[in-house]
């Protein structure tokens, strides 16, 4: 009699959590997650299994692995080059998520372009545009490239094909949330589909040797491209950010595992496309004829390069008496009321009395704690209306107890103020004890060694 054949168990895994279960739940016990419990087959081992994983390759000591430089490919676009680190590495996967409208697809495309001109292949899958909206956009650009292949609204089955057919130096995927597999046909949109179809992108970009191009939607809750364990398959994660009324774009970098992470890219949008900002610092400080009552200029890193920022507060009586509002746009909202805070305790400024808002012009995000003095500065400022000192720039940690703490990256910093033009610097007085200055020009430097410091030098 024949031995009755065993089918091999079938479970369920939950693609966010990773919760496994013999059962279909159509909401994951761990996670509470709807509709992410995908099938899978629990796999006999074979007898040969432990012989194969020792022919595919054995450890190897650290010593022994070869070292080298990641090799990079410029397009030419300097913004876009700089963000990446210096260049497109081969091979990798980079996500770049933003909001509808932003000019994602226009980056990318523009981005074919110059491939093109370098001899690649670029095969730019589009499950939003019809090839005639792409055309267009092209012809609006000054783009015509006999290297550029368009695949517009298909699965992901045949998007593999078109990849082996045409064998593309890079892929383009616009976007990632359009693209389905037939194998998660009943999941379509959903968090598994998501995820299932760019594992598949990825190890189609690894095994073929070609470079790809992610865009994904930033969704209601704020994450980029639906679940935000997407973030940590890809290679880079970068950021599209600008208003649509304004035509300043920043392309930020969040995630990057050949490059510095925090670097900022800054476009200007027109009619003909974008095009890469070559003095940042004056760009973003360019509107500003003097220094008014409540503004201070900031030194920020960007990465690696220093960007001038100008910071702005506006401090005006409540309506709301013992409620007063704190809001900040591009700053943290805590750090401005830890600020305030200080303020009040130190200087016996009312600040309880008032509503209080921060905004960092040009659209960029500071998280570093040596803007503390310049937005103090940029607070009293605006409460006493007093008016900065012309071409001054502020650096420095404010602590609890109102000291300034030394900051990092001072030469850089300095350097790039002295190059726009700003004659007084503010610095930590425990920074400057050391004696160590990397400057030899001819400005004048103020020992900042708390908060009262700050006051005294505010004060005409």
Same mark, same amino acid.
């Given at each position: 009699? #024949?031995?009755k054949?065993t089918q091999?168990?079938?479970e369920?895994e939950?693609?966010?959590c990773?919760y496994?279960?013999?059962?279909?739940?159509g909401?994951?016990?761990?996670c509470q997650?709807?509709?992410?419990?995908?099938?899978?087959?629990a796999?006999e081992?074979s007898?040969?299994?432990?012989?194969?994983?020792?022919?595919?390759?054995?450890?190897?000591?650290l010593?022994?692995?070869?070292?080298?430089e990641?090799p990079?490919l410029v397009?030419?676009?300097?913004?876009?080059?700089?963000?990446?680190g210096?260049g &497109?590495v081969? =091979?990798?996967?980079t996500?770049?998520g933003?909001?509808?409208?932003v000019?994602k697809?226009?980056?990318l495309?523009?981005?074919?372009a110059?491939l093109?001109q370098?001899?690649?292949k670029?095969?730019?899958?589009?499950g939003?545009?019809?090839?005639?909206q792409?055309?267009?956009?092209?012809?609006?650009? $000054?783009?015509?490239s *006999?290297?550029?292949?368009?695949?517009?609204?298909?699965?992901?089955?045949?998007?593999k094909s =078109?990849v082996?057919?045409?064998r593309?130096?890079?892929l383009?995927?616009?976007?990632?949330?359009?693209l389905?597999?037939?194998?998660?046909?009943?999941?379509?949109g959903?968090?598994?589909? @998501?995820?299932?179809?760019?594992?598949?992108? &990825?190890?189609?970009?690894?095994?073929?040797g070609i470079t790809v191009f992610i865009?994904?939607?930033i969704t209601?809750e704020g994450?980029l #491209?639906?679940p935000k364990?997407? *973030?940590? +398959?890809?290679d880079?994660?970068l950021?599209?950010?600008?208003?649509?009324?304004?035509?300043i774009?920043?392309?930020?970098?969040?995630?990057?595992?050949?490059?510095?992470?925090?670097?900022? %890219?800054i476009?200007?949008?027109?009619?003909?496309?974008?095009?890469?900002v070559?003095?940042?610092s004056?760009?973003? &400080?360019?509107n500003?004829?003097?220094?008014?009552? %409540?503004?201070?200029?900031f030194?920020a890193?960007?990465? +690696?390069r220093?960007l001038?920022?100008?910071?702005?507060?506006? #401090?005006?009586?409540?309506?709301?008496? $013992?409620?007063?509002?704190?809001?900040?746009?591009?700053?943290d909202?805590?750090r401005?009321?830890?600020?305030?805070?200080?303020?009040?305790?130190?200087?016996?400024l009312?600040?309880?009395?008032s509503?209080?808002?921060?905004?960092?012009?040009?659209?960029?995000v500071?998280?570093e704690?040596?803007a503390?003095l310049?937005?103090?500065?940029? @607070?009293?400022s605006?409460?006493?209306n007093?008016?900065?000192?012309?071409?001054s720039?502020? @650096?420095g *940690?404010?602590?609890?107890?109102?000291?300034i703490?030394?900051?990092?990256?001072? *030469?850089?910093?300095?350097?790039?103020?002295i190059?726009q033009?700003?004659?007084?610097i503010? @610095?930590?007085?425990?920074?400057?004890?050391?004696g160590?200055?990397p400057?030899?020009?001819?400005?004048s430097v103020?020992?900042i060694?708390? &908060?009262?410091?700050l006051?005294?030098?505010?004060k005409?």
């Amino acid at each position: 009699m #024949a031995a009755k054949r065993t089918q091999p168990p079938i479970e369920f895994e939950c693609i966010e959590c990773g919760y496994q279960s013999a059962k279909y739940f159509g909401r994951c016990p761990q996670c509470q997650g709807w509709n992410t419990m995908v099938e899978s087959e629990a796999g006999e081992e074979s007898p040969d299994a432990d012989a194969n994983a020792t022919d595919k390759g054995r450890p190897q000591k650290l010593s022994d692995v070869g070292s080298g430089e990641v090799p990079r490919l410029v397009t030419g676009m300097d913004e876009f080059d700089r963000v990446l680190g210096g260049g &497109i590495v081969s =091979h990798s996967v980079t996500l770049i998520g933003g909001e509808p409208g932003v000019g994602k697809s226009t980056l990318l495309l523009e981005v074919s372009a110059a491939l093109a001109q370098l001899g690649k292949k670029v095969l730019y899958y589009s499950g939003e545009e019809s090839a005639l909206q792409i055309k267009l956009r092209a012809d609006r650009l $000054g783009i015509a490239s *006999e290297r550029i292949l368009l695949f517009t609204i298909g699965t992901l089955e045949d998007l593999k094909s =078109h990849v082996r057919e045409a064998r593309p130096d890079f892929l383009i995927i616009d976007s990632i949330q359009t693209l389905t597999s037939k194998k998660t046909a009943g999941l379509g949109g959903s968090a598994a589909s @998501l995820r299932y179809v760019t594992a598949e992108v &990825i190890e189609l970009a690894k095994k073929s040797g070609i470079t790809v191009f992610i865009i994904g939607h930033i969704t209601k809750e704020g994450q980029l #491209a639906g679940p935000k364990t997407l *973030e940590h +398959m890809v290679d880079a994660v970068l950021y599209f950010q600008g208003e649509a009324q304004a035509d300043i774009r920043l392309l930020r970098a969040e995630k990057n595992r050949f490059g510095p992470l925090n670097e900022v %890219g800054i476009f200007q949008m027109s009619e003909r496309g974008l095009a890469s900002v070559s003095d940042p610092s004056q760009f973003l &400080i360019q509107n500003r004829q003097s220094q008014p009552p %409540g503004t201070a200029i900031f030194p920020a890193m960007s990465g +690696m390069r220093p960007l001038l920022t100008e910071i702005q507060a506006l #401090a005006s009586e409540s309506p709301f008496a $013992g409620n007063p509002r704190r809001i900040a746009i591009g700053f943290d909202n805590y750090r401005l009321s830890m600020l305030i805070s200080i303020i009040e305790k130190k200087l016996k400024l009312p600040f309880y009395k008032s509503d209080v808002f921060l905004n960092i012009t040009g659209g960029m995000v500071i998280r570093e704690p040596a803007a503390d003095l310049a937005v103090c500065q940029a @607070l009293i400022s605006s409460f006493k209306n007093i008016a900065p000192r012309p071409n001054s720039a502020l @650096l420095g *940690e404010v602590g609890l107890t109102g000291e300034i703490r030394p900051v990092s990256f001072l *030469e850089t910093r300095l350097k790039e103020s002295i190059r726009q033009g700003f004659s007084t610097i503010c @610095l930590p007085a425990a920074q400057i004890a050391q004696g160590r200055l990397p400057i030899n020009h001819d400005i004048s430097v103020i020992s900042i060694g708390n &908060i009262g410091d700050l006051l005294n030098f505010l004060k005409p």
